[in-house]
């Protein structure tokens, strides 16, 4: 194989990512390799030239379609190694490597061996000609059209992939939303939307926390030379253009073209603002910058409802934190006991599958795991020494206290947390309480606040008891294993050892 760049000097395109159009020639005729290289080699469309790679099989083809990627027009010969292995390559493209942007010209110098009609219809090819009726002004032509037809698809795909992303962002508010990615789903929404793809940029902007500082702002998202700086601060850019234009959007108020770069202002509330930054817009049309202002605009009321949405559930999350905060220190315990149970249930819920919505739950609702003790009377909570056997059955009531607080959100996440207080002293052999459920009975959120509290207890100092020493812990944890605890959790809770560790030492009370 063979391999030439034609680097005709051309000016370089800022709509495109490439410089050059990547065009593979497919034939086993060094004579046909050699005409196209001499014909094709001062071409030039819309600003890009032309970059030939050649194969002298279809094989040959395979291995360089599998490493490179961008091709954009395949000049492909039908009889090479047999008759018919220019269509099983098409084959090839099309259902096996799911490429249907390429563009492919068959060639053939045996037309009889692959007739047209059938080839057409049989196999997705977007032009057929025979090597004998191809002067350069046709394959100029040709190659043309089938360029233009590979950057009009490379435009519905990527107006398709903004879109995707920003609909996946939004399509469930109070699911496993991301700022970032619905960042980046609009800067693609606006690049198909122009057929534009220059560098961008999306900053948020909060007056309380930047205040006149404007390169303190920080990057939500970023594409082209700004790829990569996603939560960074603008200031890493340092770059005072971007300043005056963000300066200037803020004091107006409002979004402005600015030659080849539309500046975009999306309020988010009375302190937060997003300023979306897109250069290389070269001669785009009032339409199309009539198209960026509606969708701003839509993008806009879908930001402020994303915030909107982070806002109340870190609200909740903090009322959480502090009604569980009030109950342990009524308890005699600390907020840090919430953090380490918090912290070391998420690495056991991340080890065992959990998926987001699930972890973010739990995150949630672990400390609620001992709300029911507010209903428990002090002289049996605060008691120094082991409860007598009338004292403890009234301990156990704080599981039954906490389940009916909970128990009447319609909230995922008090549901979990009801489920949690309920279940947290239940053991896997069925002798727990209160309702000596059993095995996979018990809920995996209940089984999981099940190990991690009774580690917390034993590896911190309570008002009854000194704290053991690590490897007295884990002998107790490993002779559980099916009886108080999940054997699967107790493995991987084994495995995950450092890191519980880390956090108890991290969170010390």
């Not at 490493?67 to 027009?73: C, P, Q, R, T, Y």
């Not at 049989?122 to 089938?146: P, S």
């Not at 107006?252 to 539309?262: A, I, L, Q, V, W």
């Amino acid at each position: 194989m063979a391999k030439l760049n034609l680097k005709s000097s051309p000016e370089k395109n800022l709509q495109t990512p490439e410089f050059f159009w990547k065009i593979l020639v497919v034939d086993d005729d060094p004579e046909i390799h050699a005409m196209t290289r001499l014909v094709m080699k001062d071409w030039v469309y819309h600003k890009r030239g032309m970059e030939l790679l050649f194969a002298d099989s279809s094989s040959e083809a395979r291995a360089i379609l599998e490493a490179e990627k961008g091709i954009s027009l395949i000049l492909l010969d039908v009889v090479m190694e047999n008759d018919h292995s220019g269509l099983d390559l098409v084959k090839y493209i099309r259902e096996v490597l799911n490429n249907n942007l390429t563009r492919i010209i068959l060639r053939t110098g045996q037309p009889g061996k692959a007739p047209l009609r059938k080839v057409i219809t049989d196999y997705e090819i977007n032009d057929y000609k025979e090597k004998n009726e191809l002067t350069a002004d046709r394959l100029y032509v040709a190659v043309t059209a089938a360029l233009r037809s590979y950057e009009d698809l490379l435009i519905i795909k990527k107006n398709r992939d903004g879109l995707e992303k920003v609909l996946n962002a939004t399509s469930n508010l109070f699911g496993n939303f991301s700022i970032s990615g619905f960042a980046e789903g609009v800067l693609g929404q606006i690049s198909g939307l122009v057929g534009a793809n220059g560098d961008s940029l999306f900053i948020q902007y909060d007056s309380i926390i930047n205040g006149e500082n404007i390169s303190d702002s920080v990057i939500l998202a970023g594409s082209g030379k700004y790829t990569g700086y996603t939560d960074k601060s603008l200031s890493v850019l340092d770059d005072v253009d971007i300043v005056y234009k963000i300066k200037r959007c803020l004091e107006e108020r409002g979004s402005y073209f600015n030659e080849d770069t539309y500046i975009g202002f999306f309020p988010v509330s009375d302190t937060i603002q997003n300023i979306l930054i897109f250069y290389g817009l070269h001669n785009i049309d009032s339409f199309k910058q009539q198209l960026i202002r509606l969708f701003s605009a839509n993008a806009t009321v879908a930001f402020s409802n994303l915030y909107l949405n982070k806002e109340m559930e870190e609200t909740q999350r903090e009322v959480i934190c502090t009604l569980g905060e009030v109950v342990e220190s009524r308890s005699k315990e600390t907020a840090n006991h919430i953090q380490r149970v918090t912290e070391i249930s998420i690495i056991l819920g991340r080890a065992i599958g959990l998926s987001e919505t699930d972890l973010r739950n739990l995150q949630m609702a672990a400390p609620m795991h001992d709300v029911g003790k507010i209903g428990i009377p002090d002289e049996i909570l605060h008691k120094p020494g082991r409860l007598n056997p009338d004292e403890f059955e009234v301990m156990k009531t704080h599981t039954l206290v906490g389940y009916e607080i909970l128990k009447s959100s319609g909230r995922d996440v008090l549901k979990a947390a009801a489920l949690i207080a309920l279940e947290h002293h239940e053991r896997w052999d069925g002798t727990g309480y209160p309702y000596q459920k059993a095995g996979e009975e018990i809920s995996l959120m209940g089984r999981i606040i099940s190990i991690v509290d009774v580690f917390d207890a034993l590896y911190n100092k309570r008002i009854y008891k000194k704290p053991w020493p690590l490897e007295n812990i884990i002998s107790l944890v490993e002779e559980e294993k099916g009886f108080h605890f999940d054997p699967k959790l107790v493995d991987l809770f084994l495995e995950n050892i450092d890191d519980i560790v880390q956090i108890q030492e991290k969170n010390k009370d």
